[in-house]
């Protein structure tokens, strides 16, 4: 496995599940980040971790929970979501949090019903 | 705080013929300035990126853009694009200091080649 991976690559949930959205990446990376990507809308940053450090919680909602156990891994925790929380949930790593290069997942598409 | 302005929403151009997608900016301190292309069911890749030094910034796949300081503005432009390049383009910033990684992204034009 090369760059940065999803999984999974879809998901479909009730708004009473609990899920997760898993992203790893293989280019020894110190900052990862999570972004959402509705429809007609700009990408919107939601979590930045640096060293496994939380470093930037863009105001997002507590039904969405980042985890982050290494520099390698970042999930996103779901649950008691919303339909308008449907999305393509992108993930994204750089060397350092800052101006380098993010390098992105393909992304989870997730339905809410 | 920063915000970014994509004039257009589809850009629709015949293959081998140049394009521009137009992009301005606001904020109240220096930035730095990112493209990037989404190809369908991919994520984001980087074409280009100006940080300083001269405003001609060139990048992967034939594609160039300009930094203007007094316009705000960081048009893309390719001379001569190609069936391939049909994808969502996004200009995106983030503030030259105290910089967390946060990049703040247009809304994306649509490139659609037609042959």
């Known amino acids: 496995e090369t760059g940065v991976t999803q999984t999974p690559r879809h998901l479909v949930m009730g708004m009473t599940n609990k899920k997760s959205l898993k992203c790893e990446q293989h280019l020894g990376h110190n900052a990862m980040y999570w972004y959402k990507q509705s429809a007609k809308k700009p990408l919107e940053l939601m979590f930045v971790?640096?060293?496994?450090?939380?470093?930037e919680n863009n105001s997002v909602p507590s039904r969405f929970s980042p985890e982050c156990p290494n520099s390698s891994h970042l999930f996103l925790h779901l649950h008691t979501l919303q339909p308008e929380d449907s999305a393509l949930y992108l993930c994204a790593s750089s060397q350092n949090a800052g101006i380098e290069t993010q390098y992105f997942g393909p992304g989870t598409r997730l339905l809410v019903l | 705080a920063q915000s970014v302005t994509q004039l257009d929403s589809q850009v629709p151009v015949f293959e081998e013929a140049p394009v521009e997608l137009r992009c301005n900016y606001s904020?109240?301190?220096?930035?730095?300035l990112f493209w990037y292309v989404q190809y369908p069911n991919q994520g984001l890749q980087l074409l280009l990126k100006y940080l300083s030094g001269s405003t001609l910034v060139k990048g992967i796949n034939g594609f160039e853009a300009e930094f203007n300081k007094s316009q705000t503005s960081f048009h893309l432009r390719k001379p001569s694009v190609h069936i391939s390049d049909t994808a969502e383009y996004f200009c995106a910033v983030t503030p030259g200091s105290g910089n967390t990684g946060k990049l703040i992204f247009g809304q994306g034009t649509t490139l659609q080649v037609k042959p």
């Open positions: 971790y640096s060293l496994e450090e939380r470093v």
């Open positions: 904020s109240s301190v220096s930035v730095y």
